[in-house]
């Protein structure tokens, strides 16, 4: 890969992309310390989302047993989301890819849980595939420390691009002059807090 090449595939671009959103569900979300952290950021994602216009994809595991979506991302998802219910950890055993051919767009942001499991399974499948992946780090979680950390070196290793939320939301604006801006900026400022996690 040349540098112009590579230096495409690391953008962002508002009509190329999706928002994947993965298994952010009560039962789940209970047992994870970074809950409040990527339950804010995936939220600051999903306002993103709706003021590009970016089309919205949320999977969720065995909801009978895990429960559903958390309430307060519920609350925010669009009209025309996509949910997919599912049994395997990998989403794209699970009717991702047919979604994703039907919207035509070719980079995911990818958040959820759990990093090492269903986020980084998910991962491997699409960059598998030819998708531009960007998992968004201070929107992933995993119960412990150290399967979180190994789930996002595991995903970089493989091609993904890894960001942090306001790093891939103004990747996407590129400027402060389009439409959607200070709704989002605002969001931004209004969710952000001190960040606990080292990066």
Same mark, same amino acid.
């Given at each position: 890969m040349d540098r112009m090449e590579l230096f495409a595939r690391i953008q962002l671009e508002q009509e190329e992309t999706i928002l994947l959103i993965i298994d952010i569900q009560t039962k789940l979300m209970a047992a994870m310390d970074a809950r409040d952290q990527v339950?804010?950021?995936?939220?600051?994602?999903?306002?993103? *989302? @709706?003021e590009l216009q970016i089309p919205v994809v949320v999977t969720e595991q065995y909801p009978r047993g895990l429960g559903p979506s958390v309430?307060?991302?519920?609350?925010?998802?669009?009209?025309?989301? @996509? &949910?997919?219910?599912k049994s395997s950890f990998d989403a794209a055993r699970s009717g991702l890819l047919s979604?994703?051919?039907?919207?035509? @767009?070719h980079s995911v942001i990818i958040c959820g849980t759990?990093?090492?499991?269903?986020?980084y399974q998910t991962t491997r499948s699409l960059l598998e595939q030819g998708y531009r992946v960007f998992p968004i780090e201070d929107a992933i979680c995993s119960r412990s420390p150290?399967?979180?950390q190994?789930?996002? *070196?595991? &995903?970089?290793r493989m091609g993904a691009w890894t960001l942090t939320t306001e790093g891939a939301v103004f990747?996407?604006?590129k400027a402060s002059d389009i439409p959607g801006f200070k709704t989002i900026s605002k969001d931004v400022e209004m @969710?952000?807090?001190?960040d606990s996690r080292e990066c």
């Open positions: 339950c804010q950021n995936t939220g600051i994602l999903l306002t993103t *989302a @709706r309430p307060e991302l519920v609350q925010q998802l669009p009209s025309e989301v @996509r &949910m997919l219910e979604v994703l051919d039907e919207l035509g @767009r759990e990093a090492h499991i269903c986020v150290c399967n979180y190994s789930g996002l *070196a595991l &995903m970089n990747d996407l604006l @969710r952000s807090q001190a």
